[in-house]
């Protein structure tokens, strides 16, 4: 590892928590350069949501490149986009009855955040964008200004303007309903709330704590959007791209985005971000918005394949049944362990197991990679175990990395029994 601690900026962090060099990956499955085997439960923060390696997208991109396939092309037409245009249309949108128009931006999901929230403001001629406690949506400047996690917010390179912080559902508990929370203010001339172009936010907020907003709430939302003008933007990049079931995570609740950003699995494992937005929002002059990176033809391939998943609801239904097995899982270990005070919540391959004794879920995460099994933390205070294993994982692999996080926790909680205890 000296390689990377003399050379590789201070900012890299993933392989502080996962020391080791990894060689190989297959499915949910990853290898060390010492050949040992780790589950993995990350998947790239949700950009693998087809597994490492997938054989299909494999053959795809070797069979592409051997035929000297356009690599770079800018915002050129190639065979590659306009294969994927044509079947994200007919898997994804013709089948759902949304008409959007397709802005390919820069290659990560900030870059589509960005995007969405600079058409937005051009559109409505507001400057001001809602976004909600606990949301993450990334960190470049504008990303930034609406990501809620203080760790990431800091005076010296940010500025605050132009974007006002709401609660998201359930943050003050069950009894206070957050729409009206925001109605009140929308309504009141004197709050302090300008007008927004625009409200964001994510459906279920993956790297906020894994917290859930109702389908009732999202309706409510999308309702007092359209009474003010106000634009509905969804983010999807992490819990999008049938990481909660339905290839989108709003469908549940039968709301209509204006805007959706999308990345992380779009690409079927290489970089890409699109934004969805609806026609008439399309108002661009052409190259207003640019970039180098603009649409990934590699990453056209893969998502071409990738997306085929979604030519029946196989996928989806199997996203289902292994999300009971987690969920059900999740709830035993938290009833087999009293004194961890755990909690679970969560949709489709996306749960959160709160652990809130400060730094447990920490030691429970460098516990359970000592066992072969890679998960990640969420939530403020990095209370939260975050369970996001690629959709296409086997149940029995599944099973196994679930036990990991059962062993471990048992084991953590013996060891601060027997220290308190003085047993050894």
């Not at 589950?39 to 299909?56: E, V």
């Not at 929230?117 to 409505?124: D, G, N, P, S, Y």
């Not at 390179?157 to 929308?186: A, C, Q």
């Amino acid at each position: 590892m000296r390689i990377f601690e003399n050379l590789e900026s201070e900012v890299r962090g993933y392989i502080r928590s996962f020391p080791t060099i990894f060689e190989k990956g297959k499915g949910a499955l990853l290898y060390d350069e010492q050949g040992e085997k780790y589950i993995d439960f990350f998947a790239g923060a949700g950009t693998l949501n087809y597994g490492h390696n997938n054989d299909k997208i494999s053959e795809a991109l070797i069979e592409y490149l051997k035929n000297d396939g356009v690599v770079h092309g800018l915002d050129l037409a190639t065979t590659a986009k306009k294969n994927f245009l044509q079947k994200f249309s007919d898997t994804i949108l013709a089948p759902r009855n949304l008409e959007y128009k397709i802005q390919f931006t820069g290659p990560t999901g900030t870059n589509a955040v960005e995007t969405a929230i600079k058409i937005a403001r051009m559109v409505k001629g507001r400057s001001n964008i809602v976004s909600f406690t606990n949301g993450y949506h990334g960190l470049t400047m504008g990303a930034l200004a609406l990501t809620g996690n203080a760790f990431y917010r800091d005076e010296a390179y940010i500025s605050r303007s132009n974007v006002s912080f709401m609660p998201y559902d359930g943050y003050f508990g069950d009894d206070v309903n957050t729409i009206e929370y925001l109605r009140k203010f929308l309504d009141d001339p004197s709050s302090g709330l300008d007008l927004p172009a625009a409200v964001i936010l994510e459906t279920v907020q993956a790297e906020g704590g894994v917290n859930v907003a109702s389908s009732q709430w999202l309706r409510d939302l999308e309702q007092v959007c359209r009474e003010y003008d106000i634009l509905l933007i969804v983010d999807d990049i992490q819990v999008g791209n049938g990481r909660t079931g339905e290839f989108f995570s709003f469908e549940e609740a039968g709301i209509n985005p204006d805007i959706i950003t999308m990345s992380k699995a779009i690409g079927g494992g290489l970089p890409l971000a699109l934004v969805l937005l609806k026609p008439e929002l399309d108002q661009w002059k052409p190259g207003e918005h640019t970039g180098t990176f603009r649409g990934n033809n590699l990453a056209f391939v893969a998502s071409a394949v990738a997306l085929e998943y979604w030519d029946n609801d196989d996928l989806s239904q199997a996203v289902k049944s292994k999300s009971e097995v987690l969920k059900t899982k999740l709830e035993e270990i938290a009833e087999k362990y009293p004194d961890a005070n755990a909690s679970v919540r969560g949709r489709g391959l996306v749960y959160g197991l709160e652990l809130p004794e400060k730094n447990f879920a920490s030691e429970v995460s460098t516990k359970c990679f000592e066992k072969g099994l890679i998960i990640e933390l969420a939530g403020a205070l990095d209370q939260i175990v975050k369970f996001l294993p690629p959709l296409t994982i086997k149940e029995e692999v599944l099973k196994e990395g679930l036990d990991i996080i059962d062993e471990s926790i048992g084991e953590i909680l013996q060891e601060k029994k027997e220290r308190l205890t003085g047993e050894f």
